[in-house]
């Protein structure tokens, strides 16, 4: 199996600062050394501020930052 794409919820949502900026890596290189589409849906600002795209969901809307 070779999926194109990676979907991840929440990836980081219950670990230490330490294995979460991990596994942030672990999908960025996948994106960028096997040119995967990874989708995260996630509540971390953080997380987000690492995406090269953020599309909020919000009042039924969708809106690309």
């Given at each position: 199996?070779?999926?194109?794409?990676?979907?991840?919820?929440?990836?980081?949502?219950?670990?230490?600062?330490?294995?979460?900026?991990?596994?942030?890596?672990?999908?960025?290189?996948?994106?960028?050394?096997?040119?995967?589409?990874?989708?995260?849906?996630?509540?971390?600002?953080?997380?987000?501020?690492?995406?090269?795209?953020?599309?909020?969901?919000?009042?039924?809307?969708?809106s690309q930052k």
């Amino acid at each position: 199996m070779d999926p194109p794409v990676v979907l991840a919820d929440e990836p980081t949502g219950n670990l230490d600062r330490a294995s979460g900026q991990k596994i942030i890596g672990l999908l960025r290189g996948l994106n960028r050394d096997l040119g995967k589409r990874v989708v995260i849906a996630t509540h971390g600002p953080g997380v987000a501020g690492d995406c090269q795209l953020v599309v909020r969901l919000g009042n039924g809307e969708a809106s690309q930052k």
